[in-house]
Nanobody, 122 residues
Framework: QVQLVESGGGLVQAGASLRLSCAAS????????MGWFRQAPGKEREFVAAISRSGGSTNYANSVKGRFTISIDNAKNTVYLQMNSLKPEDTAVYYC???????????????WGQGTQVTVSS
């Protein structure tokens, strides 16, 4: 079992930046991809960004490309999501998750954190 704990959310104004962190309780050699997802009220959970365990491959949703950056620090078992130029439509609960696959599909991710709220005011 792996526990994931997100942090770094908050209330900011449009145009501001936030950095989310996701700390894993232990390293899992079988993990291939770590991802960030978000869910706004009344909407389905959607893919935001993903990174390979090695950090050599990243993938972003079109809506955040150029504004968000995902990175990984394997020494700390931590994944980060740097969010710049935030928009009101970025408001959601952000979750990190891990999977044995190379995928952006939420249901294929095995372990999930509890989420951290990001609210962007206009």
């Amino acid at each position: 079992q792996v526990q994931l704990v997100e942090s770094g959310g908050g209330l900011v104004q449009a145009g501001a930046s936030l950095r989310l962190s996701c700390a894993a309780s232990r390293r899992t050699p079988s993990t291939v991809t770590m991802g960030w997802f978000r869910q706004a009220p009344g909407k389905e959970r959607e893919f935001v960004a993903a990174i390979s365990r090695s950090g050599g491959s990243t993938n972003y949703a079109n809506s955040v490309k150029g504004r968000f950056t995902i990175s990984i620090d394997n020494a700390k078992n931590t994944v980060y999501l740097q969010m710049n130029s935030l928009k009101p439509e970025d408001t959601a609960v952000y979750y990190c998750a891990t999977t044995l696959l190379v995928t952006t599909t939420p249901k294929l991710y095995e372990y999930w954190g509890q989420g951290t709220q990001v609210t962007v005011s206009s």
